[in-house]
């Protein structure tokens, strides 16, 4: 419907406003609880979380921070738990992996390092117009909670 598209759209603003180049005084690891702040991350390693976001590949920003828990030695057994939990109930849903293609990812990722947040909002729009609504319903549901 189109009250949850605008919802959509006014969370995604918040989220890529946020997590873009421009916006470098934001603290990413604050966000989701800072749940993430256990481990270390490094400025090349946020940067690259701000762009997986942008782009919607949380399949690939789950696989990545899994690594990086393996990886940790200085991680508490109950961060460790708070973050396995994280990865289980924040699952993304398989349409994320082809959400966008080829093309759409080059250009979010120009316009998010150009800190464009209306131009990935775009593309975004673009992408949840091209679903079906059970799909969109999913992508939103799976954005906004």
């Not at 762009?51 to 919607?56: D, E, M």
């Not at 708070?82 to 994320?96: H, M, S, T």
């Amino acid at each position: 419907s189109y009250s949850r598209m605008r919802h959509l759209l006014l969370s995604t603003v918040i989220v890529l406003t946020v997590t873009c180049n421009r916006w470098a005084d934001y603290d990413i690891l604050s966000a989701h609880g800072g749940v993430f702040r256990a481990l270390q991350w490094t400025s090349q390693e946020v940067n690259h979380i701000s762009a997986l976001h942008a782009r919607g590949e949380y399949h690939k920003l789950m696989h990545l921070i899994k690594e990086k828990l393996l990886d940790a030695d200085d991680v508490s057994m109950a961060d460790r738990r708070r973050i396995d939990r994280f990865l289980v109930a924040k699952r993304p849903p398989a349409v994320f992996r082809n959400l966008f293609d080829d093309d759409e990812k080059e250009s979010i990722d120009i316009s998010h390092s150009e800190g464009q947040v209306d131009d990935v909002l775009s593309i975004w729009s673009t992408a949840l117009i091209r679903l079906s609504d059970q799909l969109r319903s999913i992508v939103i549901d799976y954005i906004t909670t």
